[in-house]
């Protein structure tokens, strides 16, 4: 996903050091904008689209002042060692299956006008050496129903904040002196930023024949993905890493799900999640590597609340 010092230049770099106890850090930084469908642009465009807000059994109905509350759990899918191969343009694979898990707080409140706000949080908690740093989303949308079993949902939703981790130079690597293992001489374990940043809109549908029975939802949407990865990784020969990679997409979205009620206050939804992502790799044809997810939500309407 993010470009390291090359490995003739990081073992050169070692070399130099051996003979000269002065030689000072060589820092590297630089600023690049990578194209959208390029190994770098894929894999960050990939991971930002497992935290997307997306709609899941539409907005809730919520009187003004009142509020629901839920968990969400969405599975990440494992990445294979070509889809890994992100770093130098496709060359370097990076160490981008950390969690097969996603998960994350939701609450809504209801507003004036028949607006309904919320905002999502995910706790700071570590998970394979990443963790999520001051990871919010917020979103406000109203709900319409086109007959008392329908109803349509449109929503605008925005993302700020951002993950931490070992990416570039896992720990599991680090400091390993056999350049066949470590090519690109990473020499402690790294600690890379990666911003999940995007907004976006979508019309969402839910179908409820029985207030208690099963219902379906459908979801479509649009966003504007604006990930960016700043690396800060250790390289043998005291030498820094501190490139930074940025991109922007657009992508469509598609979603669809069940749900019910557990109790009067109590519902569970799921849904599956379909993002198309094109990328090009190794010099051939554009393809499509989309991004799909299963993800589980749990909402409650607490009575002392309402």
């Not at 390029?38 to 002042?65: C, D, K, N, V």
């Amino acid at each position: 996903m993010v470009r390291a010092v090359p490995v003739v230049l990081a073992w050169a770099l070692l070399a130099a050091a051996s003979l000269s106890p002065a030689f000072a850090q060589q820092v590297f930084e630089d600023e690049q904008r990578v194209g959208a469908e390029t190994p770098e642009g894929w894999a960050m465009s990939f991971m930002t689209a497992s935290t997307l807000l997306t709609g899941i059994g539409g907005l809730p109905a919520l009187a003004p002042g009142r509020i629901a509350l839920a968990a969400e759990l969405a599975t990440i899918p494992r990445l294979s060692d070509a889809q890994r191969q992100v770093g130098f343009a496709g060359e370097k694979a990076e160490d981008l299956n950390k969690s097969p898990l996603f998960g994350r707080l939701r609450a809504w409140i209801g507003l004036p006008a028949g607006l309904v706000g919320e905002v999502a949080y995910t706790p700071d908690i570590e998970v394979n050496d990443v963790r999520a740093k001051r990871l919010f989303a917020l979103a406000v949308g109203r709900g319409f129903h086109a007959t008392p079993d329908l109803q349509v949902s449109v929503r605008g939703f925005i993302q700020r904040g951002r993950a931490r981790g070992d990416i570039t130079c896992p720990a599991g690597l680090a400091g390993n002196p056999d350049p066949a293992e470590n090519p690109f001489g990473c020499a402690a374990r790294s600690e890379d930023e990666l911003r999940l940043n995007y907004v976006g809109a979508d019309l969402g549908l839910s179908w409820q024949p029985e207030p208690e029975g099963l219902g379906v939802h459908l979801g479509a949407g649009v966003a504007r993905l604006s990930p960016s990865v700043q690396v800060h990784a250790p390289l043998l020969g005291d030498a820094l890493d501190r490139s930074r990679l940025y991109t922007r997409r657009y992508v469509r979205y598609f979603s669809v799900g069940l749900g019910s009620h557990i109790q009067r206050n109590v519902d569970w939804q799921a849904q599956v999640l379909y993002v198309p992502l094109e990328v090009a790799r190794g010099g051939a044809s554009r393809d499509n590597d989309a991004y799909w997810s299963l993800r589980l939500l749990l909402r409650w309407r607490p009575a002392l609340l309402n």
